[in-house]
């Protein structure tokens, strides 16, 4: 764990793995999402995203962890209705909303995205009261209001309210991100998605604005999806976890149980690859299944188990049969063979070996 991250973790209120509450504000059913694409000259189909089923609950944060091109931000952009699905339901406060096709503005107002690039998200010719107050001008507010809505939210994500004047080439990455935060903050949504939003910032930044997020949660009642490469700032900051694997997910939990007790090989293999910084536990060199480690792609993903190409514990029935998702521990879903009803139950041999 970094210093910067162990650092703030003392102050963040001990929820992380408690349980949780039942309610989902979002609830994701069979979310797939498919792109036309020319593969070697000819036209093909990319499975990005392939009938994602996760609940997003009220008040919380739920991470999404995955190697890259794993469907993470595409799926992101599904739920805030950036890119529309290719099939699947989704659940906002109970009531269904469109998932293929245009939302209704009020719905559009209560999701809101923070992406990974601070300076690109914003506008570099706007001022920075003029970014956070365009999505309040959009919704046909009086300057009166907007001006007193950028001066609040400015202030509450800890930026000096005189900098309403300053352009983004003015700030700092950590400041610019901030001002993304507050543009995001600024119609009062239910839901942020947070797309590797701290991962361009240093490590003593990114402490600073993940102490942020946890602050406005609190105070502005968000619901938060977190999305990460880093294990590390997904663990400290989630509730729980969903792993994605080839536009899947494969395995999730309360963020404790998953990191504690892993149960699918492929999260085992993600976990035992996290960096540390005490030399004395040293990572594994060599990740499970390296010898054939080359990630499948989405274009033809593997029939079966997407992860099979990989996987140490691979079986005959792996190739030819979906893992369904069984419930292996209250609360902690795998889609694994090794875990369905009549395979024998064998996570000490998967964590051994894993080890
Ligand atoms: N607009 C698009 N058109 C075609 N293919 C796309 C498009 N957007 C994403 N993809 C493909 O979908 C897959 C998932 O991409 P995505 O960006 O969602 O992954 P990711 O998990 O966010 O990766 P990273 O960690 O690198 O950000 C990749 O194979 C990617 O090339
Ligand atoms: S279903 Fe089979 S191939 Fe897939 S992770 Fe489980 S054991 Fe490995
Ligand atoms: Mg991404």
Same mark, same amino acid.
């Given at each position: 764990?970094?210093?910067?991250?162990?650092?703030?973790? %003392?102050?963040?209120?001990?929820?992380?793995?408690?349980?949780?509450?039942?309610?989902?504000?979002?609830?994701?059913?069979?979310?797939?999402?498919?792109?036309?694409?020319? *593969?070697?000259?000819? !036209?093909?189909?990319?499975?990005?995203?392939?009938? &994602?089923?996760?609940?997003?609950? =009220?008040?919380?944060?739920?991470?999404?962890?995955?190697?890259?091109?794993?469907?993470?931000?595409?799926?992101?952009?599904?739920?805030?209705?950036?890119? %529309?699905?290719?099939?699947?339901?989704?659940?906002?406060?109970?009531? +269904?909303?469109?998932?293929?096709?245009? !939302?209704?503005?009020?719905?559009?107002?209560?999701?809101?995205?923070?992406?990974?690039?601070?300076?690109?998200?914003?506008?570099?010719? %706007?001022?920075?009261?003029?970014?956070?107050?365009?999505?309040?001008?959009?919704?046909?507010?009086?300057?009166?209001?907007?001006?007193?809505?950028?001066? +609040?939210?400015? =202030?509450?994500?800890?930026?000096?309210?005189?900098?309403?004047?300053?352009?983004?080439?003015?700030?700092?990455?950590? +400041? !610019?991100?901030?001002?993304?935060?507050?543009?995001?903050?600024?119609?009062?949504?239910?839901?942020?998605?947070?797309?590797?939003? &701290?991962?361009?910032?240093?490590?003593?930044?990114?402490?600073?604005?993940?102490?942020?997020?946890? *602050?406005?949660?609190? *105070?502005?009642?968000? =619901?938060?999806?977190?999305?990460?490469?880093?294990?590390?700032?997904?663990?400290?900051?989630?509730?729980?976890?969903?792993?994605?694997?080839?536009?899947? &997910? &494969?395995?999730?939990?309360?963020?404790?149980?998953?990191?504690?007790?892993?149960?699918?090989?492929?999260? +085992?293999?993600?976990?035992?690859?996290?960096?540390?910084?005490?030399?004395?536990?040293?990572? !594994?060199?060599?990740?499970?299944?390296?010898? *054939?480690?080359?990630?499948?792609?989405?274009?033809?993903?593997?029939?079966?188990?997407?992860?099979?190409?990989?996987?140490?514990?691979?079986?005959?029935? #792996?190739?030819?049969?979906?893992?369904?998702?069984?419930?292996?521990?209250?609360?902690?879903?795998?889609? #694994?063979?090794?875990?369905?009803?009549?395979?024998?139950?064998?996570?000490?041999?998967?964590?051994?070996? %894993?080890?």
């Amino acid at each position: 764990m970094p210093e910067a991250i162990t650092s703030v973790q %003392a102050e963040q209120p001990g929820e992380n793995g408690n349980s949780l509450p039942k309610r989902p504000l979002l609830e994701l059913i069979d979310i797939s999402k498919e792109f036309d694409v020319r *593969d070697n000259g000819r !036209r093909a189909t990319l499975s990005a995203v392939n009938e &994602v089923s996760l609940k997003v609950r =009220t008040g919380r944060t739920l991470g999404i962890v995955g190697e890259s091109g794993c469907g993470k931000s595409t799926l992101a952009r599904v739920i805030v209705g950036l890119h %529309a699905a290719s099939s699947g339901e989704m659940l906002f406060e109970n009531r +269904q909303i469109e998932t293929t096709g245009r !939302r209704p503005r009020k719905i559009v107002e209560q999701m809101q995205m923070v992406f990974q690039d601070p300076s690109s998200a914003l506008n570099p010719r %706007a001022t920075v009261g003029e970014s956070i107050g365009f999505p309040l001008r959009v919704q046909g507010a009086s300057k009166k209001e907007i001006d007193a809505r950028v001066k +609040q939210v400015i =202030t509450d994500v800890g930026l000096p309210a005189s900098y309403v004047g300053n352009y983004p080439h003015q700030l700092s990455g950590g +400041q !610019r991100q901030r001002v993304n935060i507050a543009r995001a903050l600024a119609l009062q949504p239910k839901l942020v998605v947070l797309d590797e939003a &701290v991962s361009a910032l240093d490590k003593s930044i990114q402490a600073q604005v993940l102490n942020l997020l946890a *602050d406005l949660q609190r *105070d502005y009642q968000l =619901t938060y999806v977190f999305i990460s490469h880093d294990l590390n700032v997904v663990e400290y900051i989630s509730d729980e976890v969903a792993v994605m694997y080839l536009g899947q &997910v &494969v395995e999730e939990g309360s963020a404790k149980a998953l990191y504690e007790n892993p149960r699918h090989p492929y999260t +085992q293999l993600l976990l035992s690859s996290i960096p540390t910084l005490d030399p004395a536990q040293s990572n !594994r060199d060599e990740p499970i299944g390296a010898g *054939d480690s080359e990630i499948p792609s989405p274009i033809s993903p593997p029939s079966g188990c997407r992860f099979r190409t990989r996987c140490p514990f691979v079986m005959d029935i #792996c190739s030819e049969v979906l893992p369904p998702r069984v419930e292996a521990a209250p609360e902690h879903i795998v889609a #694994c063979h090794l875990y369905s009803e009549g395979a024998e139950r064998n996570d000490g041999a998967v964590a051994a070996a %894993a080890s």
